[in-house]
């Protein structure tokens, strides 16, 4: 009986989960480090969750990296950041690629080093024919920008006489943005305990269930996953509808 309830759980478990891993400077600033300690502790985390996904067999796990806003922050931090990046991808790809891991990026690259920019591209193609788990990395990513660049292009197909504006409709919208390939997070996680969506991916999260915790995102591990997909376990989905016609739509 409890295992069969486990199956039944296991179909519904979240296909898209999306993460806002915050909370890095204070986890280091607890333990009396500098700011910047708290992000290689971030990196562990990083790799908890993948690991905790790919045995779930979770679909998509996308995690938000790096803000377009982040770049306001002080310049060693940044530099840090960055290499921290290279670093972990360098260190990690070919793991991730045993596992059947599918790596990709969104946000704006051109922004990054040449070498950092290469590397993204290459972890890509690596990684791109991989079956199991998609880990998408937002990095220099922000909703604001990724829904611009999206206008622009539609702009583009209407000055070129391909689309009427009247056409244009919310498919367009979302296969305009990024990852228009992959379903939108059915779960949203944020840690460090803001309750904010920071310019993450503000289109796709129309009707994603929100959990907020206030782990800071070092001490984040499969046990805090767990307790997320628990607590979206329970809750029911409207879309606008009444509970009474979503039952009877279940049954
Ligand atoms: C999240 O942790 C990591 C990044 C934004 C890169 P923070 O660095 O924002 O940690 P807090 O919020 O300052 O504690
Ligand atoms: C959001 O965290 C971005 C990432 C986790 C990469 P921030 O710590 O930058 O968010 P704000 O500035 O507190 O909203
Ligand atoms: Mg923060």
């Not at 360098?90 to 290469?118: H, M, P, S, W, Y």
């Not at 943005?177 to 310019?199: A, M, Q, V, W």
């Not at 070092?218 to 329970?234: H, S, V, Y």
Request: hydrophobic fraction near 35%.
């Amino acid at each position: 009986m409890q295992a069969e309830q486990g199956e039944t759980d296991k179909a519904h478990y979240p296909k898209h989960i999306a993460i806002i891993m915050d909370g890095n400077g204070r986890w280091a600033q607890k333990r009396h480090l500098p700011r910047i300690m708290g992000h290689p502790a971030g990196v562990k985390a990083v790799k908890r969750v993948v690991k905790f996904c790919a045995e779930q067999e979770i679909q998509v796990l996308t995690l938000f990296a790096f803000s377009s806003e982040n770049w306001r922050r002080p310049k060693e931090e940044v530099s840090k950041l960055m290499g921290l990046f290279m670093l972990t991808m360098q260190k990690e790809v070919k793991r991730l690629n045993k596992n059947n891991i599918r790596l990709r990026f969104i946000g704006e690259r051109t922004d990054f080093a040449e070498k950092i920019q290469q590397k993204m591209t290459e972890s890509e193609r690596l990684t791109e024919k991989n079956t199991g788990l998609t880990l998408v990395i937002a990095a220099n990513y922000g909703g604001h920008r990724d829904m611009a660049l999206a206008m622009q292009s539609i702009a583009q197909q209407v000055k070129e006489g391909k689309v009427e504006p009247e056409e244009i409709d919310e498919a367009m919208i979302g296969n305009a943005l990024s990852i228009p390939d992959l379903p939108d997070p059915d779960l949203f996680i944020r840690t460090g305990g803001e309750k904010r969506i920071s310019n993450f991916l503000l289109w796709q999260l129309a009707y994603t269930e929100f959990h907020f915790t206030s782990k800071l995102w070092p001490d984040f591990d499969a046990q805090t996953m767990q307790d997320a997909i628990d607590g979206f376990l329970t809750r029911e989905r409207r879309y606008g509808r009444t509970s009474e016609q979503v039952q009877s739509m279940s049954n």
